[in-house]
């Protein structure tokens, strides 16, 4: 079965967004700008929501859907998706802030 990384995906659309094609979903995003991307990763952000409560295969497909968005806004915004890894690397071996939490002890969020 095909696969594709995260860094590859995040290339497709930073291609798409330097080389517009025609008929492209991508394209269309980046067409109609900020605000209408903005709502689509708050669309799919929703459905991993109810997809989470469904069922696994739901909650795969979602998920990608919500990639996939998260990775045009990024592109859009002018963040790499280096500076993703290097933000989720600067955490690595940090203490968790758990402990500053008043309601972890005992109670679920
Ligand atoms: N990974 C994806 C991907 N995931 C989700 N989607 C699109 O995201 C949309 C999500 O579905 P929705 O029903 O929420 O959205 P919609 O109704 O189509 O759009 P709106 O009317 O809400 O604007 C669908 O149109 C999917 O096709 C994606 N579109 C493209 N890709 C990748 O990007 C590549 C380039 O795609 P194009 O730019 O379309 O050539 C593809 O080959 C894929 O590898």
New binding site residues.
């Given amino acids: 079965m095909a696969e594709?990384s995260m860094e590859e995906?995040y290339e497709?659309?930073l291609n798409?967004k330097e080389n517009p094609?025609e008929g492209?979903?991508?394209?269309y995003l980046f067409q109609k700008g900020l605000d209408k991307i903005l709502k689509?990763v708050g669309?799919e952000s929703t459905e991993v929501i109810v997809a989470a409560k469904n069922n696994q295969e739901e909650l795969r497909y979602e998920t990608?859907?919500l990639f996939?968005h998260l990775m045009v806004l990024l592109v859009e915004q002018g963040l790499s998706f280096d500076d993703i890894k290097e933000e989720l690397g600067s955490r690595v071996g940090t203490k968790s802030r758990l402990h500053e939490r008043k309601d972890w002890r005992g109670t679920q969020a």
């Fill in positions: 594709q995906l497709y659309v798409r094609k492209s979903y991508t394209d689509k669309e990608a859907d996939f």
